[in-house]
T-cell receptor, first 114, second 112 residues
Framework: DSGVTQTPKHLITATGQRVTLRCSPR?????VYWYQQSLDQGLQFLIQ???????AKGNILERFSAQQFPDLHSELNLSSLELGDSALYFC?????????????FGEGSRLTVL | QKEVEQDPGPLSVPEGAIVSLNCTYS??????FMWYRQYSRKGPELLMY????GNKEDGRFTAQVDKSSKYISLFIRDSQPSDSATYLC????????????FGAGTRLTVKP
């Protein structure tokens, strides 16, 4: 158990809808990362938050947004969903934004867009 | 061309075999190299971490980095059925996790 909790584990929705994925990092970790994993693209970095502030953006679509709350949990909002957004969404955390290598991943939220 | 190339497999070996997993990359600035293991329906977990070129051994696992060839490897000795998982290579140029680039992952099955 990595200590990172993600909800929901599975989500099925329709095109055009909006969903929110939730992540609780490991106790004490200040950095939260969101990744998208699809069969053909592998793990793609979306966005990072550190202690409530956005630190880095990767390949995150404008239809997607995220935030990290004062209690350090994070939410990833996906709107105007398209079929291609179907994927596994992982949250990961680390203690420090400059700590290289060890990210602690949750078990992921599997999103299916029909 | 992707920054990090990894053969997705699948790779199937008998128990006890030596497994070799590889990644190539194009960005010569990468200097931090990781291997993550991902079991089915789980998130990836860090298996090995190396900095720059050279070898690192941890039990049955050995990670090798050849920066001159832009090639990294993970060797698993005496493979066990419990090693069946997807192995993802990852690398970074900066001492910063948000710079990390992952390979697509190689699915390994070790048959008893």
């Amino acid at each position: 158990d990595s200590g990172v909790t993600q909800t929901p584990k599975h989500l099925i929705t329709a095109t055009g809808q909006r969903v929110t994925l939730r992540c609780s990092p490991r106790s004490g970790d200040l950095s939260v990362y969101w990744y998208q994993q699809s069969l053909d693209q592998g793990l793609q970095f979306l966005i990072q938050y550190y202690n409530g502030e956005e630190r880095a953006k990767g390949n995150i679509l404008e239809r997607f947004s995220a935030q990290q709350f004062p209690d350090l949990h994070s939410e990833l909002n996906l709107s105007s969903l398209e079929l291609g957004d179907s994927a596994l969404y992982f949250c990961a955390s680390s203690l420090d934004r400059l700590q290289t290598g060890e990210l602690f991943f949750g078990e992921g939220s599997r999103l299916t867009v029909l | 061309q992707k920054e990090v190339e990894q053969d997705p497999g699948p790779l199937s070996v008998p128990e006890g075999a030596i497994v070799s997993l590889n990644c190539t990359y194009s960005n010569s600035a990468f200097q931090y190299f990781m291997w993550y293991r991902q079991y089915s329906r789980k998130g990836p977990e860090l298996l090995m971490y190396t900095y720059s070129s050279g070898n690192k051994e941890d039990g049955r696992f050995t990670a090798q980095v050849d920066k001159s060839s832009k090639y990294i490897s993970l060797f698993i000795r005496d493979s066990q059925p419990s090693d069946s998982a997807t192995y993802l290579c990852a690398m970074s140029a900066l001492e910063n996790n948000n710079d990390m680039r992952f390979g697509a992952g190689t699915r390994l099955t070790v048959k008893p």
